[in-house]
């Protein structure tokens, strides 16, 4: 039972390149989230998806586009990465209902230079 | 929008000390409080979730308290370890997660 996967854990891009973060569950929850985690900013959320098939913007959703291929995959892209997109990117998924408590993958460290 | 703050920032004791930290946010009507550890280079970890009719919640040597109307929770640790060396981070929750920046806990032998 892995819980959140997050695939690269290390990334390090050119400014202007593209790539994909992926996101993977097994705890059959259908919300997931996008977070990135900048040093004296805490985490904030870019992106966020309430079940299948749906997905909504965050506090800082600019350069960035989601994917929600299923319910256990939820993907993050960034088109042309810029050197403010280096950050530490976090997956998360949330229990249903008022009880929600959220479970969080190992993190992608991108490097945008 | 909701602002949420840890003070301090870091935090340093020695083995053995009990300890309190402190969380505050700025808008009181939220659904649940949650506390989390992050161990470096790792992602978060829940320890405990209070739900806004409760007051505390308690699970081993941790213990979280809520005071809505003054917007306050705290995580207090008995009897510290150097295992509890880690980021602690508070988040409230209305329809999203509101995280606050982190007290950094070192533990020392």
């Known amino acids: 039972n892995a819980g959140v996967t997050q695939t690269p854990k290390f990334q390090v891009l050119k400014t202007g390149q593209s790539m994909t973060l992926q996101c993977a569950q097994d705890?059959?929850?259908?919300?997931m989230y996008w977070y990135r985690q900048d040093p004296g900013m805490g985490l904030r959320l870019i992106y966020y998806?309430?079940?299948?098939?749906?997905?909504d913007k965050g506090e800082v959703p600019n350069g960035y586009n989601v994917s929600r291929l299923n319910k256990r995959e939820f993907s993050l892209r960034l088109e042309s990465a810029a050197p403010s997109q280096t950050s530490v990117y976090f997956c998360?998924?949330?229990?249903?209902?008022?009880?929600?408590?959220?479970?969080f993958g190992a993190g992608t460290r991108l490097s945008v230079l | 929008k909701q602002e949420v703050t840890q003070i301090p920032a870091a935090l340093s004791v020695p083995e053995g000390e009990n300890l309190v930290l402190n969380c505050s946010f700025t808008?009181?009507?939220?659904?649940?409080l949650q506390w989390f550890r992050q161990d470096p280079g790792k992602g978060l970890t829940s320890l405990l979730l209070?739900?806004?009719?409760?007051r505390e919640q308690t699970s081993g040597r941790l213990n979280a308290s809520l005071d809505k109307s003054s917007g306050r929770s705290t995580l207090y640790i008995a009897a510290s370890q150097p295992g509890d060396s880690a980021t602690y981070l508070c988040?409230?929750?209305?329809?999203?997660?509101?995280f606050g920046t982190g007290t950094s806990l070192t533990v020392i032998p």
């Open positions: 998360a998924t949330q229990t249903p209902g008022r009880s929600n408590i959220q479970y």
């Open positions: 705890m059959n929850h259908n919300s």
């Open positions: 998806s309430a079940s299948e098939g749906t997905t």
């Open positions: 808008d009181s009507a939220i659904y649940n």
């Open positions: 209070i739900q806004s009719s409760q």
């Open positions: 988040a409230v929750i209305k329809t999203q997660f509101y």
